[in-house]
T-cell receptor, first 113, second 111 residues
Framework: GAGVSQSPSNKVTEKGKDVELRCDPI?????LYWYRQSLGQGLEFLIY????????KSGLPSDRFSAERTGGSVSTLTIQRTQQEDSAVYLC???????????FGEGSRLTVL | DAKTTQPNSMESNEEEPVHLPCNHS???????IHWYRQLPSQGPEYVIH???SNVNNRMASLAIAEDRKSSTLILHRATLRDAAVYYC????????????FGTGTRLAVRP
């Protein structure tokens, strides 16, 4: 497709389990961002990739969160030992390098029971 | 952090113009002003951005104050589909400068 694709769209997991969320950016976009949005809240920045490297990881809330990007394309956000406070919509965005026009996916809704 | 101040909520009637204000008094000379909106249950979508001059596109117009410490997003004729949370952000030109989203303005459009 032409847009940013995220999977799964919905994930329900038990506390303590690991989850992986995937993002397929728009083809050719070099910049990739992960945000999360808790219910009724604004967007919280998590991490930014330029190519395969992550110059800004300042938003990752704890060492349970990690992300990687391979081939300058697909990115995976991994949350280990999930906690209930991790429940949120995780949004991925990509950019072609212009002044801040980000294209967002529909998000992955994570529910930790 | 790049802070902006927006009203929590606004209301408009359908087919009337809407002016959404934003204060960004800490903006630096190289920061762009970006507007995004988020419809219910969707990811944010880009609306418009500008640096110094007023900007127009098919979605909206952006009026930037001369001192650049404030801006106004103008929807010329609101439709029901324009009901969303509107975010005003200022950030540097490079794509590496993350966009910091505040809580935005929730716009309700009355039929």
């Amino acid at each position: 497709g032409a847009g940013v694709s995220q999977s799964p769209s919905n994930k329900v997991t038990e506390k303590g389990k690991d989850v992986e969320l995937r993002c397929d950016p728009i083809s050719g976009h070099t910049a990739l961002y992960w945000y999360r949005q808790s219910l009724g809240q604004g967007l919280e920045f998590l991490i930014y990739f330029q190519g395969n490297s992550a110059p800004d990881k300042s938003g990752l809330p704890s060492d349970r969160f990690s992300a990687e990007r391979t081939g300058g394309s697909v990115s995976t956000l991994t949350i280990q030992r999930t906690q209930q406070e991790d429940s949120a919509v995780y949004l991925c965005a990509s950019s072609g390098g212009g002044p801040g026009e980000l294209f967002f996916g529909e998000g992955s809704r994570l529910t930790v029971l | 952090d790049a802070k902006t101040t927006q009203p929590n909520s606004m209301e408009s009637n359908e087919e009337e113009p809407v002016h959404l204000p934003c204060n960004h008094s800490t903006i630096s000379g190289t920061d762009y002003i970006h507007w995004y909106r988020q419809l219910p249950s969707q990811g944010p979508e880009y609306v418009i951005h500008g640096l110094t001059s007023n900007v127009n596109n098919r979605m909206a117009s952006l009026a930037i104050a001369e001192d650049r410490k404030s801006s106004t997003l103008i929807l010329h004729r609101a439709t029901l589909r324009d009901a969303a949370v509107y975010y005003c952000i200022h950030a540097k030109k490079s794509s590496g400068d993350k966009l910091t989203f505040g809580t935005g303005t929730r716009l309700a459009v009355r039929p």
